[in-house]
Each structure stands twice: as structure tokens, then as C-alpha cells.
Nanobody, 123 residues
Framework: QVQLVESGGGLVQAGGSLRLSCAASGRTFRAYTMGWFRQAPGKEREFVAAIRWSGSTYYADSVKGRFTISNNAKSTVYLQMNSLEPEDTAVYYC??????????????????WGQGTQVTVSS
């Protein structure tokens, strides 16, 4: 069994920065893809960023140039968020895909999910 736990969320002012982390526990595994999604109140969960084992990274257009995703050999994923905007306010979730999927921008591609961490950006 694999468990993912997010941390690093909080309250920041617009233009500020925040770094989220997602730590994996349980059995050892190597994910093909690890990603970040977010969900704002009253909205659907949306794709933010993903990184493949190859090192390739992918970003939603709304965060390109501001967010950076990274990973390490211990299946820990990070999301560096710069130039934050009020529109970035949401619960952020990390996820892992262990059986490889080409559809990494969709929730259905991932088998494991964390509980989420709140990010609030004030204006």
C-alpha cells in the first residue's frame, strides 16, 4: 500500500512564494508519473503540473512560468509556486501513477492520492 502526504500549504500575499511537498510512505514503488492537482471552492479539480520518471515536466497554461515541479529518487514530489495570485487559492493534491498513462492531465490516470493541503493567496 502507498500513502501520499502533502505539506507546505498556508496563507500568502499575492506575489509571494510557497513550496509544497508530497512524501510517499508504505511499500517501495517507482511512479511513472507524479503530479499536482488543485480544487477551488465550487470548481472541479484541475491539473496543475506533472513530472515523469524520465524527467519530462508538464504544466497547465495558467501556471507556466510561475510554478516548477520536481521529484527525487525517493518518490517525493515538490511544487515551487512563485508570483502567486488570488486565483491560485485552492486545495492542492499530489498524485502518483504507477502503471503508466498517457493521459496525465486527467484524474483517472492516477492510482494514489494525498489528502490535500490548503493554499490561500490574499489580494
Amino acid at each position: 500500500q502507498v500513502q501520499l502526504v502533502e505539506s507546505g500549504g498556508g496563507l500568502v500575499q499575492a506575489g509571494g512564494s510557497l513550496r509544497l511537498s508530497c512524501a510517499a510512505s508504505g511499500r517501495t514503488f517507482r511512479a511513472y508519473t507524479m503530479g499536482w492537482f488543485r480544487q477551488a471552492p465550487g470548481k472541479e479539480r484541475e491539473f496543475v503540473a506533472a513530472i515523469r520518471w524520465s524527467g519530462s515536466t508538464y504544466y497547465a497554461d495558467s501556471v507556466k512560468g510561475r510554478f516548477t515541479i520536481s521529484n527525487n529518487a525517493k518518490s517525493t514530489v515538490y511544487l515551487q509556486m512563485n508570483s502567486l495570485e488570488p486565483e491560485d487559492t485552492a486545495v492542492y493534491y499530489c498524485a502518483a501513477d504507477e502503471d503508466y498513462s498517457t493521459s496525465i492531465v486527467f484524474e483517472s490516470a492516477y492510482e494514489y492520492w494525498g489528502q490535500g493541503t490548503q493554499v490561500t493567496v490574499s489580494s
